[in-house]
């Protein structure tokens, strides 16, 4: 059974369309989180959510509107897709705010043509 | 800026042998630092971590050392084993607030020969 849960893996598309990642976590943890790993293999934060509470927004364009209904599920929306948002986009959760600890999905691999 | 570095992009070992990877940090704010372990199509996974007020953490056949004056961390695999191919992760997060926020490096692509 797995702990966090993305969908789709791969997703391909042209620029200019909308598309969603959904991410659910069945291990009753409190924190979720949006990670985007580019071409240069970074890791970096895009947004957390602290039971359903948005926590942090780092200066993702406004394209980017993540979408928490409960503490077990966070999506991610595109709008007006770019060739620059082709990227493995990975979402995790965490205990709470105070844990450094993440488990991570097994990523979204978007390509945008 | 790159605040956090992993300075080799990949590391070759013999089977048994010891791996040695190594990171470095810009950030004298971080308190918390993480190693996370990467297999391809695969989420990264949770290896060890260590507080700023430790200098060493032990689990297992990983051991990740910190020197906060040098703002350095290393992760030791005493034996390496060929399942431990991989791509090492280093993380750095501040502590009480906002944790998960961590600040990764770019990855060390170890390769365990057998």
């Known amino acids: 059974d797995t702990a966090v849960s993305q969908t789709p893996k791969y997703l391909v598309t042209q620029m200019g369309n909308d598309k969603s990642i959904k991410c659910e976590q069945n291990l009753g943890h409190d924190t979720m989180y949006w990670y985007k790993q580019d071409s240069k293999k970074f890791l970096k934060i895009m947004f957390s959510y602290n039971n359903k509470e948005l926590i942090i927004n780092e200066t993702v364009p406004n394209r980017f509107s993540p979408k928490s209904p409960d503490k077990a599920h966070l999506n991610l929306h595109i709008n007006s897709l770019e060739l620059g948002d082709s990227a493995v986009y990975f979402c995790?959760?965490?205990?709470?705010?105070?844990?450094?600890?993440?488990?991570f999905g097994a990523g979204s691999r978007l390509t945008v043509l | 800026d790159q605040q956090v570095k992993q300075n080799s992009p990949s590391l070759s070992v013999q089977e048994g042998r010891i791996s040695i990877l190594n990171c470095d940090y810009t950030n004298s704010m971080f308190d918390y630092f993480l190693w996370y372990k990467k297999y391809p199509a695969e989420g990264p996974t949770f290896l060890i971590s260590i507080s700023s007020i430790k200098d060493k953490n032990e689990d297992g056949r990983f051991t990740v050392f910190l020197n906060k004056s040098a703002k350095h961390l290393s992760l030791h695999i005493v034996p390496s084993q060929p399942g431990d191919s991989a791509v090492y992760f280093c993380?750095?997060?501040?502590?009480?607030?906002?944790?998960?926020?961590?600040?990764f490096g770019d990855g060390t692509t170890l390769t365990v020969k057998p």
């Open positions: 995790a959760s965490s205990q709470g705010l105070s844990v450094a600890v993440l488990t």
């Open positions: 993380a750095a997060s501040g502590y009480n607030t906002n944790a998960g926020k961590s600040t």
